[in-house]
């Protein structure tokens, strides 16, 4: 009997874990950089949608690469936070294998 309680359990969890994906999927962050003369829209699943590049900082083009690299890196550091606060509300701060 406790094994079925454990399967409905699962089952349950990996459902949840399947719908928390499908929603990242529809939400979106933007990174900045450089007081947000560089912009970055991306996904929830860590997918490029849109880059903002101010016309000024196109004049010094090293500049413009690390800020896009770190706009890039911005966005992707908030997806990541996004999926973990998900995952977390899903699993009660349970670390599970594979997941966390």
Do not use: C, H, W, Y
Not at 1 to 9: L, T
Not at 33 to 40: F, I, M, R, Y
């Amino acid at each position: 009997m406790m094994n079925r309680n454990m399967m409905k359990q699962a089952q349950r969890l990996q459902a949840q874990i399947q719908k928390m994906q499908q929603e990242l999927e529809t939400l979106t962050v933007e990174g900045s950089a450089g007081g947000g003369v560089v912009k970055v829209v991306m996904s929830g699943k860590q997918l490029v949608e849109s880059v903002f590049i101010a016309p000024e900082a196109v004049e010094d083009v090293e500049l413009l690469q690390d800020l896009v690299a770190a706009a890039v890196n911005d966005a992707s550091n908030k997806t990541q936070e996004l999926a973990a606060q998900k995952m977390s509300a899903i699993t009660g701060g349970m670390k599970i294998p594979g997941l966390t």
